[in-house]
């Protein structure tokens, strides 16, 4: 079945350090990558994502390339903020029509100043 | 921007009593939501997806007699964990599909501890 394999933390930075979060996965056809942000006390929401391989996902200066050869979609961000300080969780979404999203388990990540 | 209430966001109860958790979509309407369940250190798994209106689609290993999902309206899905054990301890999420942007919005959790 489908999965995704996550870095896993937490990872603490200082601010303005390059950040990357690893995540590969395994799916069958042509799988919709995401990545998704949670602050404390609220939502995940949509960070950024890629629909088709060499697709770049960017958003608030995190970005992450759909690498079919690799089955790798990383995150990175060049220069981190405290403001960044959350739980990024990776996750695929199975073809055209599927709903369900599978996602890996979540990379705390702190930055402190 | 859409959001996706859920209530409690936390409780605790005694091993046998019944709870109920709500997931309200506040500014838009919602055909289809979804039920997470995460345990720590552990990804977030779906347990079903809540259709307005009909029966919930649960996913392999998920006892539907256990965990009720009721659909009632377009605004509102409620998740019952029916006799509570302890290993029914976990974070349950909520997602919330908008009908008209087709845009997923996800609820910040409800964190059960059954004693």
């Known amino acids: 079945g489908d999965s995704v394999t996550q870095m896993e933390g937490p990872v603490t930075l200082s601010e303005e350090a390059f950040l990357t979060i690893n995540c590969t996965y395994t799916?069958?056809?042509?799988?919709?990558l995401f990545w998704y942000v949670q602050y404390p006390g609220e939502g995940l929401q949509l960070l950024l994502k890629a629909t088709k391989a060499d697709d770049k996902g960017s958003n608030k200066g995190f970005e992450a390339t759909y690498r079919k050869e690799t089955t790798s979609f990383h995150l990175e961000k060049g220069s981190v903020q405290v403001s960044d300080s959350a739980v990024y969780f990776c996750?695929?979404?199975?073809?055209?029509?599927?709903?369900?999203?599978?996602f890996g388990t979540g990379t705390r990540l702190t930055i402190i100043p | 921007g859409a959001v996706v209430s859920q209530h409690p966001s936390w409780v605790i109860c005694k091993s046998g009593t019944s709870v109920k958790i709500e997931c309200r979509s506040l500014d838009f309407q919602a055909t289809t939501m979804f039920w997470y369940r995460q345990f720590p250190k552990q990804s977030l798994m779906l347990m079903a997806t809540?259709?307005?209106?009909?029966?919930?689609?649960?996913e392999q290993g998920v006892e539907k007699d256990k965990f009720l999902i009721n659909h009632a309206s377009l605004t509102l899905s409620t998740l019952t964990v029916t006799s509570a054990h302890p290993e029914d301890s976990s974070f349950y999420i909520c997602?919330?599909?908008?009908?008209?942007?087709?845009?997923?919005?996800f609820g910040a959790g409800s964190r059960l501890t059954v004693l």
């Open positions: 799916a069958t056809g042509y799988p919709s």
């Open positions: 997602s919330a599909r908008d009908d008209w942007a087709n845009v997923l919005t």
């Open positions: 809540s259709n307005e209106g009909s029966k919930a689609t649960y």
């Open positions: 996750a695929l979404r199975a073809g055209f029509g599927n709903e369900k999203l599978t």
